[in-house]
Nanobody, 124 residues
Framework: QVQVVESGGGLVQTGGSLRLSCAASGSIFSIDVMGWYRQAPGKQRELVALITSGGRTNYSDSVKGRFTISRDNARNLAYLQMNSLKPEDTATYYC??????????????????WGQGTQVTVSS
């Protein structure tokens, strides 16, 4: 069993900053990719940024230059530093992890695990 928990959301003014954290725990062998997605009311969930275990990153065009994703492989943590926030960044942010896990003395996966989400609201 793997659990994913996000934290760090909140209310911020336009131009402000927030740092989101994602913690994965459980029977984890390794995490191939950790990513942040977001979903605004009435819209589909979209990719914000992802990072591989080797540190390669990918960002959506809408956040390039403003957001930075990072991770701590030893602690199964991921972060999203969000600067120069805009009202259009308002959404629920979800952490996604692609996990290889232990089960019955062997490594399985990778499987996708999602957190419950953390709300980010940017006021104009």
């Amino acid at each position: 069993q793997v659990q994913v928990v996000e934290s760090g959301g909140g209310l911020v003014q336009t131009g402000g900053s927030l740092r989101l954290s994602c913690a994965a725990s459980g029977s984890i062998f390794s995490i191939d990719v950790m990513g942040w997605y977001r979903q605004a009311p009435g819209k589909q969930r979209e990719l914000v940024a992802l990072i591989t275990s080797g540190g390669r990153t990918n960002y959506s065009d809408s956040v390039k230059g403003r957001f930075t994703i990072s991770r701590d492989n030893a602690r199964n943590l991921a972060y999203l530093q969000m600067n120069s926030l805009k009202p259009e960044d308002t959404a629920t942010y979800y952490c996604n992890t692609q996990v290889r896990y232990w089960r019955e003395a062997s490594v399985r996966g990778p499987n996708d695990y999602w957190g419950q989400g953390t709300q980010v609201t940017v006021s104009s």
